[in-house]
């Protein structure tokens, strides 16, 4: 077996807004992950707990803000401050050097690719969020998974915020989301898929924000627009319902899909429908799909084990071998 590679150690909506802006529990002044000054490259220090791309660079989270020009053979660090709380990273390959976080004092933004950063979650209740993805179709678009609440929206680039939608329901549960990704594909009424990963597997529901879906199939609602009833999905080929710590995509393949769970990283070549397990050897792992190249992808897990594929999830190896 390959050695990896390690690094170093009212309604409950109304009552969570009503709470005003999310409060920024983060020491130090605005810009408060503050830029390394003349610091050479090396590895990240610390668990990497999120992974993004900004244009063809990859962003680590891991006791500050790192960045990769090579693929992840060696790094930068960009910012210090909270990195190794930041559980969540969003950009978009349309909005260059613009980065989001989930931090626990909320949503921040970067506009410098991780070199300096700004809160924007003012009109977010002030109570932790869990994951953020940026619209595919629409990069001015964001959404966050608030816990014990629901989705939000913002449609101004974060600026102002509104309530979406209710979490998922699984077995008339009501479960938090874990990941979000936004998936450039038609829902069949008029607007874009977002899916959410939760503790029970994936669900999805259109940017109208109507109903969730099982992942394997349409929904009642697309369904109901197309007059097709979906195929039963073999069992074999679905995504386990279990625990989903990692979406990922590029935007321009919308029907390539990544995700992180227990057993290993999964893959679906068409949207979601089906699924195959395409690595074993991190359990649980973060994400990153390069956007300038959809073969190129980056998985990370809890113990700092870095793998990458460079033909879009058929082959691992270590990191240190890109």
Known sequence: MMALARFPAVSRRRLLAGLGATALSLSGPPGLLRAFAGAAAGRPTGTVTALAFDQGKLLAAAAGIW????GGVTFLPRAEGPGADVTALASHPDLD????????????????AGISW??????????????????????????VAVRGDGLWQSKDGAKT??????????????VDVQALASV??????????VYAGTSKG???????????????????????????????VDPALRLPH??????????????????????????????????????????SPILAVNPQDPN???????????????????????????
């Not at 960045?67 to 090579?70: L, P």
């Not at 050097?97 to 410098?112: H, K, N, Q, W």
């Not at 625990?243 to 999964?266: C, H, K, N, R």
């Open 67 to 70: 960045a990769s020009h090579d």
């Open 97 to 112: 050097g613009v980065i989001y976080a989930i931090t626990p004092g909320g949503l921040m933004r970067s506009p410098d």
């Open 118 to 143: 700004h809160p924007a979650g003012t009109g977010l209740p002030a109570t932790p969020l869990d994951a953020v993805a940026i619209a595919a179709h629409d990069p001015q678009t964001l959404y």
């Open 161 to 174: 915020w509104d309530f979406a939608m209710d979490r998922p329901l699984v077995d008339t549960v009501e």
């Open 184 to 193: 450039g594909s038609l829902s069949g009424m008029g607007g874009f898929w």
């Open 202 to 232: 994936v669900a999805k529901v259109p940017d109208c924000f109507c109903r969730w879906s099982p992942l394997e199939s349409g929904g009642a609602m697309a369904v109901s627009a197309s007059a097709v009833k979906p195929a039963p």
């Open 242 to 283: 279990l625990s989903v710590t990692s979406l990922a995509l590029a935007p321009a393949v919308p029907d390539v899909l990544f995700a992180g769970l227990p057993s290993g990283v999964w893959k679906s070549s068409d949207g979601g429908a089906t699924w195959a397990l395409v690595s074993t050897a991190l359990a």
């Open 296 to 322: 190129h992808v980056v998985a990370a897990d809890a113990g700092g084990a870095m793998l990458f594929s460079r033909d879009g999830g058929v082959t691992w190896a270590a990191l240190t071998a890109a």
